[in-house]
């Protein structure tokens, strides 16, 4: 008998330590505004329906004293592309707006956040060393956790009515313009385009990452409204010594941000990639390592035979460098829109310098 009660504890004890483990997944990740924030809000604040919901996300306003352009930052449209979250949280820690608003919603998918992509290994979560003590930060799913959404349907048909794997219906970057009375996914699409419009956005960006074997990568992708301004913060970029290639929205890929934040509300559209080893399907072992430090000898093994599309060497390609091409493809843009259009120009004090971010590491610039 008593071994009966003493496994029946062990087992107890066991399933609480796992279960706060897995709960723990959902609590979501501390940001700490720079002075600069004008204001704190939700996304349910510009679509009701989304209060109390897991699509529900914080957005924070930043209003300079003069009036210029407004810009939308979007991360975390995808939880598993950690340099694009991870920029908009350090540009939501340090800036301050002069002229202009800047705009920017962290976790653009916040429910993908909550758990893990199945049967991958990744880490839950990964560590900034920063002068305050370490932070941690979730390294989520590329799409809208089940949990929240289910089931997928056999065949998606999105808001566009583009035809698309099941799984697609909780991918974010697929469910633009969105739907007032759809799935969860499209409910948070729909709630950013409500941004977009009752904030007056001129230029949206999103920042995403992309693994080292898939063609755009090292990109600025542009919607055909936006060519101008991307071959412009194309060349600012290449006086920098920063690769960029120039990439246009395919008119029928449907439901993206760069297609449909152009299309439907009119907005310029750009999405910035950089190189992320570790949603890859050439990786080994997926560790936190490879999140900090991008280092991945099977990777570079595909970059001898010449079948990556960047660099990629024992060196890797490490977050601070992917955040920092992040700060760098933001501030070329901006400076090409005050170039093209001076009416809208945004003017920043305080964005961190990219070289400072790769020589001093992201912690230097989170609080
Ligand atoms: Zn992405």
Excluded at 131 to 144: D, H, M, N, P, Y
Excluded at 152 to 175: F, H, K, S
Excluded at 226 to 236: G, I, N, P, V
Aim: hydrophobic fraction near 40%; proline fraction near 8%.
């Amino acid at each position: 008998m008593t071994p009966t009660i003493a496994l029946l504890a062990v087992t107890a004890l066991v399933c609480v330590l796992a279960g706060r483990e897995f709960l723990s997944m959902r609590a979501t990740d501390a940001v700490f505004p720079s002075p600069g924030l004008t204001a704190a809000r939700a996304l349910s604040d510009y679509f009701p329906a989304l209060k109390g919901t897991p699509g529900d996300t914080p957005v924070y306003v930043f209003s300079g004293p003069k009036a210029g352009g407004n810009i939308l930052i979007t991360g975390g449209a995808h939880p598993n592309e950690p340099a694009g979250y991870i920029t908009s949280i350090v540009l939501a820690e340090t800036i301050r707006v002069g002229r202009g608003t800047v705009i920017i919603i962290p976790w653009a998918n916040a429910s993908g956040f909550t758990h893990s992509d199945p049967q991958e290994g990744s880490p839950q979560r990964f560590p900034i060393d920063t002068a305050g003590g370490r932070r941690w930060f979730r390294l989520g799913s590329r799409v809208t956790n089940p949990v929240h959404q289910w089931p997928d349907p056999t065949i998606c048909v999105n808001p566009m009515g583009q035809t698309l794997a099941g799984i697609e219906a909780r991918n974010l970057n697929r469910a633009y313009p969105g739907k007032a009375g759809g799935n969860l996914t499209e409910k948070v699409a729909y709630g950013i385009m409500q941004v977009i419009g009752k904030e007056k956005i001129d230029l949206g960006i999103d920042l995403h990452e992309s693994a080292p074997e898939y063609p755009v990568i090292n990109a600025i992708v542009f919607h055909e409204n936006s060519a101008d301004l991307a071959a412009t913060a194309q060349m600012e970029l290449q006086a920098e010594g920063l690769e960029f290639r120039l990439e246009a929205s395919p008119p029928n890929l449907r439901g993206l941000s760069h297609r449909e934040w152009g299309d439907a509300a009119g907005i310029k559209a750009i999405l910035l990639e950089t190189p992320n080893a570790s949603h890859g399907r050439l990786k080994g072992r997926p560790t936190v390592e490879l999140i900090l430090d991008g280092k991945d000898k099977f990777y570079e093994k595909a970059a001898r035979l010449g079948r990556l599309f960047v660099p990629f060497g024992p060196a890797g390609i490490p977050l601070k460098d992917r955040v920092a091409r992040h700060v760098a493809g933001f501030k070329a843009v901006l400076a090409a829109l005050a170039e093209l259009e001076p009416d809208k120009a945004v003017e920043l004090e305080n964005l961190p310098p990219a070289a400072e971010i790769q020589a001093k590491g992201i912690g230097a610039f989170l609080r």
